[in-house]
């Protein structure tokens, strides 16, 4: 399933690039968006650096408030000196091509650097906007944060009688609220799924564990023993009913976390080791 997701990624992001070539340049003016600038390479193909626009002015002055992904073909020495000196919340210009992106995205794409620390009220004000804490507060719960470099809320809950962090994966409040419904669902019943969950872990991953990962001296373990190393360290809850707990592994996997997801309905469905 990932190996089609990914085949089907790379088709459109050949495709864009194959036409991109018919868009007008323009000079655009944006804002760049929480999550700041990264970089990306398409197989063995040249190294892009990546950000995106919260807001951004066309050629014509036309102000748009939708998302622009905006793409720039870079040696990876120029990569990393660009993410290094393009921060959140920065003003940009830059000449380039725009168009839409086979996936329904707007998208950017040319070999212009772009101009840092330009100029420009409205777009200053847009950032001061979205430079304002979004809180919402449930009484069980607590209070959440929005992160928009990641577009969820955070805060810390009690799982078990230990603190945890709690993700709800939710750019805007009302989808927070749909992700509240499904963390009071846990929270209400934390025994059984505190059982459901480290058992579907230890049934996934303590062979992994006894086959691969002893150390030196070290004897199998049980699976009582597998999971009373894990520490519960975050949850993150999806709108849709879908979860994943992250543990800390008690040096089971010499540091790596366990992760664990489902969904409500049909409870624990897969394991790993990640990080």
């Avoid at 700041?36 to 995106?52: D, E, Q």
């Avoid at 894990?230 to 879908?242: C, F, H, I, N, P």
């Amino acid at each position: 399933m990932t190996d089609d997701f990914l085949a089907k990624e790379q088709r459109e992001d050949e495709a864009f690039l194959r036409n991109i070539g018919e868009a007008p340049e323009q000079e655009i003016t944006g804002l760049v968006s929480a999550s700041g600038a990264g970089g990306s390479s398409l197989g063995s193909g040249p190294w892009c650096l990546v950000f995106h626009l919260a807001a951004w002015r066309d050629a014509a002055g036309t102000l748009h408030q939708d998302t622009l992904r905006v793409e720039v073909p870079v040696s990876k020495e120029e990569l990393s000196r660009q993410m290094a000196a393009i921060g959140k919340y920065s003003i940009v210009s830059l000449r380039t091509r725009v168009a839409e992106h086979p996936s329904g995205r707007t998208q950017a794409y040319g070999p212009a650097l772009p101009t840092i620390g330009v100029r420009d009220d409205e777009l200053s004000e847009i950032a001061a906007k979205l430079q304002e804490p979004v809180v919402i507060n449930d009484p069980v719960l607590g209070e959440f944060t929005l992160d928009r470099s990641i577009s969820w809320f955070s805060g810390e809950a009690t799982w078990a009688g230990a603190p945890v962090e709690l993700h709800l994966s939710a750019g805007e409040p009302a989808g927070a609220e749909a992700c509240l419904e499904v963390a009071r669902a846990l929270w209400d019943a934390q025994p059984a799924w505190t059982a459901r969950i480290t058992d579907h872990a230890a049934a996934e991953l303590l062979e992994i564990k006894n086959g691969s990962w002893l150390d030196e001296g070290e004897s199998p373990i049980t699976p009582e023993e597998f999971k009373e190393r894990m520490v519960l360290e975050s949850v993150t809850v999806e709108a849709d009913g879908s979860f994943e707990f992250s543990y800390d592994d008690g040096d089971l996997f010499w540091g790596h976390a366990i992760d664990v997801g489902g969904s409500l309905t049909e409870g624990p469905t897969h394991a790993g080791i990640s990080g």
